[in-house]
């Protein structure tokens, strides 16, 4: 039995697919009546349903550049621009981790463009975010992984001091969050943070998910860091300390998920990353 979806009338919804089922949500592909294609993200009832929420607030601020643009929001729905289906790991497949990140590169400069429009009030504190870093930290007693979640939480205190001018930013953009279609690459599916620059590139390094070698690869984050820092115009070894720091703060969210395995990955690869930065 296909799965059913009251749209709002005014959408116009002639066909739908379900193309897509997170814990957080529902993700359409929609057919409206003058035939052009749509995406309507369905949110579920969750905890935590707000960081998807703000997401909401992030596209409609950014008016299309760089990321998909926000059709309309009813409730917990929205109908967003159809963005495309190829996505960023097909570049890396095809033409190597450094086109790749390139790509990423410029997405991210499209979504760092200034807009002639105040920041959305309801964007969450890059500080706020860090939170669970922060928590696991402060529980430390010494034993198994206390020491690099101590040591991350001083270094995100310390970026975190030390911002100036903080903008909007994506909040999770990596490999998956990057489409091409019609208007070229676009960013999709965006948190909604206020923050450092450095925080919106952080989650590249550790993406894809399913190449933990790669991720892990001294050479690839050398790499990486100097591709994104040159296209940006970020200094690299603060890209890095951010990196090491998201990590970090990514591996608690898992560990207060008692995700035991993912929490060990993230952790393996912000290891590297400030293996990386103290050549920097």
Not at 207 to 219: G, I, K
Request: net charge negative; glycine share 8%.
């Amino acid at each position: 039995m296909k799965e059913q979806h009251a749209f709002p009338r005014r959408w116009n919804i002639c066909g739908a697919e379900l193309i897509a089922e997170t814990f957080s949500s529902r993700i359409w592909k929609v057919l409206r009546d003058d035939d052009s294609v749509a995406v309507v993200k369905a949110l579920k009832p969750f905890d935590d349903v707000e960081d998807e929420l703000r997401g909401a607030h992030f596209l409609k601020w950014r008016e299309g550049d760089g990321a998909v643009r926000l059709l309309d929001f009813e409730g917990s729905d929205m109908l967003l621009e159809y963005g495309g289906d190829r996505l960023l790991t097909s570049v890396l497949d095809a033409d190597g981790d450094d086109a790749a990140t390139e790509i990423g590169a410029g997405v991210l400069s499209r979504l760092h463009h200034p807009a002639q429009r105040p920041a959305p009030p309801q964007l969450q504190p890059l500080r706020e975010r860090f939170d669970a870093l922060f928590s696991r930290a402060g529980k430390a007693n010494g034993s198994g992984n206390d020491d690099i979640y101590r040591q991350a939480a001083a270094m995100a205190d310390l970026l975190l001091q030390s911002t100036r001018s903080p903008l909007p930013l994506h909040g999770d953009l990596h490999h998956d969050n990057i489409v091409f279609g019609p208007r070229g690459w676009l960013a999709i599916d965006p948190k909604g943070v206020l923050g450092d620059r450095c925080f919106d590139a952080a989650n590249l390094f550790y993406n894809p998910l399913d190449r933990d070698a790669l991720c892990a690869d001294p050479q690839r984050i050398t790499r990486m860091a100097k591709i994104l820092s040159r296209a940006l115009n970020l200094d690299p070894s603060r890209l890095l300390d951010f990196a090491f720091a998201y990590g970090c703060l990514s591996a608690a969210w898992h560990g207060e998920d008692g995700n035991e395995k993912d929490e060990a990955r993230e952790l393996a690869i912000a290891s590297a990353i400030r293996s990386v930065r103290s050549g920097f």
